[in-house]
Nanobody
Framework: QVQLVESGGGLVQAGGSLRLSCAAS????????IGWFRQAPGNEREFVAA????????YYADSVKGRFTISRDNAKNTVYLQMNSLKLEDTAAYYC????????????????????WGQGTQVTVSS
């Protein structure tokens, strides 16, 4: 079992940056695909980014490609989401999630394919 805790959210002006962290418990963290999702009020949860077990492969939603970077440090059981050039539409609660299996954008972009979820961290981008 994996427990996930997100941190790093906050209030930032448009054009600014934030780095989210997802800290995981458990000795098998490196066996999991880790994804970031976000959900704004009234909207469905949407895929943001995912990183494979070794960190060698990453996937991004088109809306964040070129602005966000996902990375992982398996020695620290932590995944990061560096968010640059933030826009108003990036405002949402951000969640990290862990999946035991899966590869490819079509698989990792689906919330239903993840086994464990964190509680979320709020990101608010102001004008």
């Amino acid at each position: 079992q994996v427990q996930l805790v997100e941190s790093g959210g906050g209030l930032v002006q448009a054009g600014g940056s934030l780095r989210l962290s997802c800290a995981a418990s458990g000795r098998t963290f490196s066996n999991y695909v880790i994804g970031w999702f976000r959900q704004a009020p009234g909207n469905e949860r949407e895929f943001v980014a995912a990183v494979m077990r070794s960190g060698g492969s990453t996937y991004y939603a088109d809306s964040v490609k070129g602005r966000f970077t996902i990375s992982r440090d398996n020695a620290k059981n932590t995944v990061y989401l560096q968010m640059n050039s933030l826009k108003l539409e990036d405002t949402a609660a951000y969640y990290c999630a862990a999946a035991r299996t899966g590869y490819g954008l079509a698989y990792v972009s689906q919330p239903g394919n993840y086994d464990y979820w964190g509680q979320g961290t709020q990101v608010t981008v102001s004008s």
